[in-house]
C-alpha cells in the first residue's frame, strides 16, 4: 500500500503516516529496505498525466503504524490483533473461520499446507505419545505399571515405521545415522543445531516423503482409535496392538 492509501485506511492524514513510518525505521523496529518497493505508476495531476515513482509498504509496515496512530479505526484494529494473539497465545493457533467457509483469496493449495501442518503436528511424537497412551488407557483391562503397556509405544512406534521403510526405529537410526554427514545424516531437527537428543529419534532421519507417509497413517491410526474411544466400544490392551497389525 501507499501512504494515501495507509492513511486512508486509518483515517489519518499523509503527514501523520508518513511521521510514523519515520520513526518505525528510526527505532529499528522493522527495516526499510525489507518493507518497501519502488514502482513506476502514472498518474493524473491537473489536466496531464505523469509517470512517477511510487513506495509501496508491505503488510508488515501497515501492521506496524496499526499500533502507533491514534485513530477510531486505529483502535479498532488494535482490539481485532488483540483477540487474534490473544487465541494464538492461549490455543497455539489463530484462524479466520469466516475466510476459510466463504474461500476469499484463499490459494487451491492453502487446504493441503494446512492439512499437512495438522498431520505433523499429530504426528510430533511428544503429541504422539500422548494421544497413544491417554487413548491406551481406556483399555478395560489397563495397567499403566504392566510390562505389556511399557512395551505398548514402542509397538506403535515400531510397527508405524516399518511400514514406511521396512525397518524398525532403531535399525533405521542405526542405518542412517552417519557421522560423515551433514548432521550426521539427520534431515530434521529442533532448533538451530544438531544436539545429541536429535540423534535418537528415529522420525528425525526420515525423508520429506516418508515423513508425509508417516503422518498420513499416523491420522489414519489416531482416527481409528480415537472414533473406538468415541463409541466406548469394550477395548483391552491387546486389541489396541492387534489393531496396528491385523492378523
Known sequence: MTQKAISELYQKSVNTINEHIKNIYAEGELEENRTIRENRIVQTEGNREVERTVRFYNLELIIAVGYRVRSSRGTQFRRWATERLNEYLV?????????LKSMRNIGDDYFDELLERIRDI????????KKITDIYALSIDYDGKSEE??????????KLHFA????????LIEQRADASKDNMGLTTWKGDKVRKGDITVAKNYLTEKEIKSLNRIVTMY??????????RNPMYMKDW???????
Do not use: C, W
Request: net charge positive; hydrophobic share 35%.
Open 122 to 129: 499429530r504426528a510430533s511424537e511428544k503429541r504422539f505419545y
Open 241 to 247: 496392538k492387534r489393531s496396528l497389525m491385523p492378523s
Open 164 to 171: 514406511i521403510h521396512g525397518h524398525t526405529a532403531a535399525e
Open 149 to 158: 503397556a511399557k512395551k505398548f509405544f514402542a509397538t506403535v512406534q515400531n
Open 91 to 99: 490455543k497455539g493457533f489463530a484462524m479466520d473461520d469466516e475466510r
Open 222 to 231: 489416531l482416527d481409528y482409535a480415537e472414533d473406538q474411544a468415541e463409541r
